[in-house]
C-alpha cells in the first residue's frame, strides 16, 4: 500500500526562501512533538498549524518549514519542506541533512499521540526505513542526535511519553502491514476490544505498557454475550511493557467456540494497549 500524504499545494505553502538542498542519502529518522496545544479538528485548522509552522520557521532564519512531514492526531500527515525527503528536513541542530525530520503536533511529555497519529507514524517511519536502507535503531528522538551536536541532548523532545515509545515504533515497522493489525489505544480506566475472533488468525496478542511512574494493575476481563470472566490479572512495573498471547486464555475459559467474543482492558492509572493479530 502506497503512503498517502497530503501535498503542500493543500495546505498553501508558500516557496522556500531558496531552493533546499537535494540530499540523497539519510542515516535517522528523527522524531519531534510541537511542544503545542494540537486539539486541532479538521482539515482547516491543520492547514493554519502548516502555515505557522512554516512562518514561524522562516521567520526565524529557516528557509523554509523544518520538517520533512508533519502527522496530526487525524492521522493525516503532510508534506513538510518542499522536495522531501529528499531534502535537508532533520529538524534539529546538526541533522538537517543527515536526518529525515517526522513531527507530531501537540504535546508529548506526558501522554500519547492518537491511536491513528502512531499508526500514520509506523507508516511514514517504515517508508523513511526502506527509501535510504535504514535499520529501525536508526528511528530517533530529537534528544538523541547528541552525536551531532550537544544542545540536542538536552532538548526534551520529543516529550517523554513519545520517546518511551519509540521501542514500539521500531518494533512495528518490521510487521508488514499484512500481517499485522495495530489497534494502539490509551487506556482511561477501562477499553473495549470487540470480536476478537472475527478473522481467523493464527494468534492474537495483547499488548500493555503503563504508561506512568507507578505499578499499574491490569485486568483483562472476556465477554461473551451477557457473560463474562476475568482471564488474567497482572501488575505493570512502571514503563514496562507486556505481550500476552490471549486466544489460550479465551479458550481457557470456556469462550473459544463463541461467534462473538471481546475482551476488556481494565487499569488503575493512564496505560496504553492494543491488539496484535497474526
Known sequence: MALEIIPRSVWGARPPSSTPPHVASKDRIVIHHGADNADVDGIEREVAVMRGYQDYHMRNGAIDIYYGVVIFPSGRAYVGRQGSPFTNNGGAY?????????????NYMSKLPTPTALQK???????????FGLTPDRIMGHRDCGDLDYRNATNSCPGNSLYNYLPEIRRLTQISEEDSIMIPSPVQK??????IFQQQYKAVWLVTKNETAAPNKVTVVCTAGKAFK???????APWERVSKEIKPLIK???YGSE????????TTE?????VREL
Request: net charge negative; aromatic share 10%.
Open 190 to 195: 477501562s477499553h473495549v476490544f470487540p470480536d
Open 259 to 266: 461467534p462473538a467474543v471481546s475482551i476488556t482492558v481494565q
Open 230 to 236: 476475568a482471564i488474567d490479572t497482572y501488575t505493570l
Open 121 to 131: 507514524l509506523v507508516e511514514v517511519c517504515r517508508f523513511g526505513l526502506t527509501t
Open 94 to 106: 546538526g541533522t538537517h541533512h543527515l536526518g529525515f525530520g517526522v513531527c507530531l503536533p501537540g
Open 252 to 254: 481457557a475459559v470456556g
Open 270 to 274: 493512564v496505560s496504553a494497549a492494543y
